[in-house]
């Protein structure tokens, strides 16, 4: 097969949203054009380093006498996602990093923060991307909890950010996450098909990428 320069791409944050969190046990969405349950809330703007995905196997080698190497087997294959939500001003993102029992009020009434022990409870997570030529790409994280969250940096020339790590455990399936890829085209047809006849169908998400006009 040849090589062929279309399939190169790179990954873009989606126009109008790219980050949701949402209770374990929401709804999930199946495809990368599915709309979210309303019970995912956004998390806003990340920093320009983007998303990053970490889900290299851990392995063992067992070795024979003689120093031959006769075996090699997994100890692990962890599944973590790090971001940095620079939106320190969303009540949603205060909650993801906190825990949302100890994140109360809002901007008008002031916002109070607990900051305690409590341990971060398992969640749902959702990150959309555009690709090259308009392809959207979702990443469904059924189950997953904070595990790190880098030190907090008040300066006067960079915003505030919460340079966070999630990490996955298995679904039902035993999944750790799901990804869903789709060209924009595939997915309009899609959407019109799966409507009774005589209906319009949905409009399309948008699929822009964040920060194009």
């Given at each position: 097969?040849?090589?062929?320069?279309?399939?190169?791409?790179?990954?873009?944050?989606?126009?109008?949203?790219?980050a949701?969190r949402?209770?374990?046990?929401?709804?999930l969405?199946?495809?990368?054009?599915?709309?979210?349950?309303?019970?995912?809330?956004?998390?806003?703007?990340?920093?320009?380093?983007?998303?990053?995905?970490?889900?290299?196997?851990?392995?063992?080698?067992?070795?024979?006498?003689?120093?031959?190497?006769?075996l090699?087997?997994?100890?692990?294959?962890?599944?973590?996602?790090?971001?940095?939500?620079?939106?320190?001003?969303?009540?949603?993102?205060?909650?993801?990093?906190?825990?949302?029992?100890?994140?109360?009020?809002?901007?008008?009434?002031?916002?109070?923060?607990?900051?305690?022990?409590?341990?971060?409870?398992?969640?749902?997570?959702?990150?959309?991307?555009?690709?090259?030529?308009?392809?959207?790409?979702?990443?469904?994280?059924?189950c997953?909890?904070?595990?790190?969250?880098?030190?907090?940096?008040?300066?006067?020339n960079?915003?505030?950010?919460?340079?966070?790590?999630?990490?996955?455990?298995?679904?039902?399936?035993?999944?750790?996450?799901?990804e869903?890829?789709?060209?924009?085209?595939?997915?309009?047809?899609?959407?019109?098909?799966?409507?009774?006849?005589?209906?319009?169908?949905?409009?399309?998400?948008?699929?822009?990428?964040?920060?194009?006009?």
């Amino acid at each position: 097969m040849a090589n062929t320069a279309t399939n190169v791409t790179a990954g873009k944050p989606k126009k109008g949203g790219h980050a949701y969190r949402a209770p374990l046990g929401t709804k999930l969405p199946t495809s990368a054009t599915e709309t979210l349950d309303t019970a995912f809330k956004s998390l806003g703007y990340f920093s320009e380093d983007g998303l990053t995905n970490a889900n290299s196997p851990t392995s063992e080698k067992l070795k024979a006498w003689g120093g031959d190497t006769v075996l090699n087997f997994q100890t692990e294959k962890p599944d973590t996602f790090k971001f940095n939500m620079i939106e320190a001003l969303n009540i949603d993102v205060l909650k993801a990093v906190y825990g949302d029992a100890n994140v109360t009020g809002d901007l008008t009434a002031g916002i109070h923060i607990r900051a305690n022990s409590d341990e971060q409870v398992d969640c749902s997570w959702v990150f959309d991307m555009v690709l090259k030529n308009g392809v959207a790409k979702r990443i469904v994280v059924p189950c997953a909890s904070v595990t790190n969250v880098e030190e907090i940096v008040y300066k006067d020339n960079a915003p505030v950010g919460y340079n966070t790590t999630i990490s996955a455990v298995p679904d039902e399936g035993g999944d750790y996450h799901h990804e869903y890829i789709i060209s924009t085209a595939a997915g309009a047809s899609a959407a019109s098909v799966s409507h009774e006849e005589g209906e319009p169908a949905a409009a399309d998400p948008d699929t822009t990428e964040e920060g194009a006009e």
